[in-house]
């Protein structure tokens, strides 16, 4: 079965300043998507970005980036110049080619002004 | 697109009652998903359904919960009888071709029951 870990329950990050957010992921299968998504306040899930396992280039998105390492099932997000809409719940998930969706427990990231 | 649509936004409904959640997808998606959110358990998928037809409920927790898809652009997730521990914020969630790309969720339902 499928399972995504995210050891950090909350973190906090000063604005302009760079945080990275910990991702691991559990699978067996060798076609399969990562994805980070963003909870602010308003309770609405934004996606932030995606990776495709069989890509090795790592997934950017203006600020986002990840570090994708195959290998350690590591999916790490860094948001760079963190800015205070930046402030939400952010859930790294992992899809299996047919199988189920999986969200990890989420990491609560507040940016500090 | 108006993206995905749900209704009612807040459903406050004492035990033992029925409750209907209803999810209108984003037109020409046709992977519908539908999620629990709790503080102790987080999110969870209950449910999805791909081309109308559900591929995996191993996630509905019990009898008392069903969902169905009687075509393209609408979803109902239906709890009868319903009980307090069934409180919780309901997503569902719209893509194309299944989990491998963007989920577009919706602004969902939070259901209290008393």
């Known amino acids: 079965a499928q399972t995504v870990t995210q050891s950090q329950p909350e973190m906090s990050v000063q604005e302009a300043e760079t945080v990275t957010l910990s991702c691991t992921y559990d699978?067996?299968?060798?076609?399969?998507?990562l994805f980070w998504y963003k909870q602010p306040p308003s309770r609405q899930m934004i996606l932030v970005i995606r990776q495709e396992a069989y890509k090795q280039q790592n997934a950017t998105e203006n600020r986002f980036s990840v570090n994708f390492q195959k290998a350690a099932k590591s999916f790490s997000l860094k948001i760079s110049d963190s800015q205070l809409g930046d402030t939400a719940m952010y859930f790294c998930a992992s899809y299996n080619y047919g199988q189920n969706f999986v969200f990890g427990p989420g990491t609560r990231l507040s940016v500090l002004p | 697109d108006a993206g995905v649509i749900q209704s009612p936004r807040h459903e406050v409904t004492e035990m033992g009652q029925e409750v209907t959640l209803r999810c209108k997808p984003i037109?020409?998606?046709?992977?519908l998903f539908w999620y629990r959110q709790t503080m102790m358990r987080g999110l969870e998928l209950l449910i999805y359904f791909n081309n109308n037809v559900p591929i995996d409920d191993s996630g509905m927790p019990e009898d008392r919960f069903s969902a169905k898809m009687p075509n393209a652009s609408f979803s109902t997730l239906k709890i009868q009888p319903s009980e307090p521990r069934d409180s919780a914020v309901y997503f569902c969630?719209?893509?194309?071709?299944?989990?491998?790309?963007?989920?577009?969720f919706g602004p969902g339902t939070r259901l209290t029951v008393t």
């Open positions: 037109s020409g998606h046709n992977s």
């Open positions: 699978t067996s299968e060798s076609n399969y998507y």
């Open positions: 969630a719209s893509s194309h071709r299944q989990g491998a790309n963007e989920q577009y």
